[in-house]
């Protein structure tokens, strides 16, 4: 089965600063999701912007995570607004 690819971005209603240490706290919950082989971090600072690029090592791991507590958390927090997956 052929991996996926996400992307994901959102911008910040918080600092930078705060947002840095909001990734801190759930850094470990991400490396634990099952069948994500990598996640790259992105931050535009001067735009107050942020995001990932996932890989996956199939559609079903993007679907549960899609489907899951993480990416529910992404689009309920309110530190990040215009949240695109």
């Given at each position: 089965?052929?991996?996926?690819?996400?992307?994901?971005?959102?911008k910040?209603?918080?600092?930078?600063?705060?947002?840095?240490?909001?990734?801190?706290?759930?850094?470990?919950?991400?490396?634990d999701?099952?069948?994500?082989?990598?996640?790259?971090?992105?931050l535009?600072?001067?735009?107050?912007?942020?995001?990932?690029?996932?890989?996956?090592?199939?559609?079903?791991?993007?679907?549960?995570?899609?489907?899951?507590?993480?990416?529910?958390?992404?689009?309920?927090?309110?530190?990040?607004?215009?949240?695109?997956?």
């Open positions: 089965m052929p991996a996926k690819i996400l992307q994901v971005n959102f910040l209603s918080v600092s930078t600063a705060e947002y840095r240490e909001l990734c801190k706290s759930i850094a470990q919950a991400y490396a999701i099952p069948g994500l082989r990598w996640k790259v971090w992105i535009n600072e001067n735009e107050k912007e942020a995001g990932g690029i996932y890989l996956f090592e199939s559609e079903q791991a993007l679907s549960n995570f899609m489907s899951g507590p993480l990416a529910a958390k992404v689009k309920s927090l309110p530190a990040l607004y215009d949240v695109s997956f």
